[in-house]
Each structure stands twice: as structure tokens, then as C-alpha cells.
């Protein structure tokens, strides 16, 4: 069974850092680009940031990038989002999310079960 | 970036009954667009990826069309367990891009 789950979510003051990881399993995994996915409360889906099977190329939604950094460790089979500077529109529940396509974007299959980060001081 | 468009916002529908959800793209995206079901307080399901091919499991009463600009999510016959929210994602090109949602619930 193909497995994704979150951890590290929790209250940051603003401008804080936060360390989120996503634990796989079930699938090759340094083959497919792994995605973070964010969701506040009342709203649609937002992606965040994805990074590839081998982890050299990565990519972020424009509303985070130069403050989170998205990274992975092959042989544990794990996923990270270093947010730093956090602001209060980050506020959102965090979803881990394997993509299906090798080479391109694709669609997101499973997503876990989420983590929730809530930036207030 | 690519803007997905969902109408309508809400759906009030009885159990039994036919519905579809509309997607419109800003800018082509081909057949890449996938659905997405979502309960409260879960995260969310695939449905159909590639405007019309349905993910493992999920029943023939769900049904995609559309390519290009123009997508449509049909149910044949609501059921109990169909409520809730409905996303479209765009996966043509980074950024992929999600619609605001429908949220279909109980008349």
C-alpha cells in the first residue's frame, strides 16, 4: 500500500521556522517528485513546492519561495518543508502528496493526512 | 500561472439525483486535469485524472469530460456518501494549479 505521512506541525510565532517531514513507503520513491500541499481553513487547495526523484531540481509556488526549502532523503525515504519567516497567511493545513507522472507534473496520489501549522504570536 | 475556475460555488442536491460540476482553465492545459473529492475533516481523493479516466476504486457513477479549456465532473446518481467538497487541478505546467471547489450538500 502507498503511504504518506506528515509530522512536525504545530503553533510558530511570526517570523519563526518550522521543520516539517513526510514519511513514504509503498513505492519506489527516488523515482516520482514529491509535492507539499497547503489548505486553510475554508479554501481550496494551494501548492506549495515539489522537488524531483533524485532531488536536484525544485520548485515553489511564489508565495514562498526564498522563505521555505524543500528537500529529501532517498535512503529513509522522506520528505522535508523548512519554513522559515512564517507569516500569518501560512496559517494552513499541510499536505504531503506523491506525484504520478515521471518527467512532468501530474496528479497528486495519495495525500496524507495532513499536518496542521498555525502562525499566531 | 494557470487559473482554475470552478462553478457553481454550491450544489444543494437530494440523494438520486444527476449533477455536474463545471472547470474552466485560463489558458489550455490539454487533457491534463484531475478531480478530487473531499470530505470534511479528511484530506482529498483522486477521482479522474486525465479529464475523463476514473482512479482505482472509484465508482462509474463519476464521470469526466471536457479538454482544452472546458472540464465537467458528472455524477449519474448522487449518493449519501458523494457529499462534499470538489476540487479540479491543473497539471499541465508547474505552477499545477487547483480550482476553489464545490461543495455539494444535502437539499
Known amino acids: 500500500e502507498v503511504l504518506v505521512v506528515e509530522s512536525g506541525g504545530g503553533l510558530v510565532q511570526p517570523g519563526g521556522s518550522l521543520r516539517l517531514s513526510c514519511a513514504a513507503s509503498?513505492?519506489?520513491?527516488?523515482?516520482?517528485?514529491m509535492n507539499w500541499v497547503r489548505q486553510a481553513a475554508g479554501k481550496g487547495p494551494e501548492w506549495v513546492s515539489g522537488?524531483?526523484?533524485?532531488?536536484?531540481?525544485?520548485f515553489y509556488a511564489d508565495s514562498v519561495k526564498g522563505r521555505f526549502t524543500i528537500s529529501r532523503d532517498n535512503s529513509k525515504e522522506m520528505v522535508y518543508l523548512q519554513m522559515d519567516g512564517v507569516r500569518d497567511d501560512d496559517t494552513a493545513v499541510y499536505y504531503c502528496?506523491?506525484?504520478?507522472?515521471?518527467?512532468?507534473?501530474?496528479?497528486?496520489?495519495?495525500w496524507g493526512q495532513g499536518t496542521l501549522v498555525t502562525v499566531s504570536s | 500561472e494557470i487559473v482554475m475556475t470552478q462553478s457553481p460555488a454550491t450544489l444543494s442536491l437530494s440523494p438520486g439525483e444527476r449533477a455536474t460540476v463545471s472547470c474552466r482553465a485560463s489558458?489550455?492545459?490539454?487533457?491534463?486535469l484531475a478531480w478530487y473529492h473531499q470530505k470534511s475533516g479528511q484530506s482529498p481523493r483522486l477521482l479522474i485524472y486525465?479529464?475523463?479516466t476514473r482512479a482505482t476504486g472509484i465508482p462509474a457513477r463519476f464521470s469526466g469530460s471536457g479538454s482544452g479549456t472546458e472540464f465537467t465532473l458528472t455524477f449519474s446518481s448522487l449518493q449519501s456518501e458523494d457529499f462534499g467538497d470538489y476540487y479540479c487541478?491543473?497539471?499541465?505546467?508547474?505552477?499545477?494549479?487547483f480550482g476553489g471547489g464545490t461543495k455539494v450538500q444535502i437539499k
Open positions: 509503498g513505492f519506489t520513491f527516488n523515482t516520482y517528485v
Open positions: 487541478q491543473q497539471y499541465n505546467d508547474w505552477p499545477v494549479t
Open positions: 522537488i524531483s526523484g533524485s532531488g536536484r531540481r525544485t
Open positions: 489558458q489550455s492545459v490539454g487533457s491534463n
Open positions: 502528496a506523491k506525484d504520478t507522472r515521471i518527467g512532468a507534473p501530474g496528479w497528486f496520489d495519495p
Open positions: 486525465g479529464a475523463s
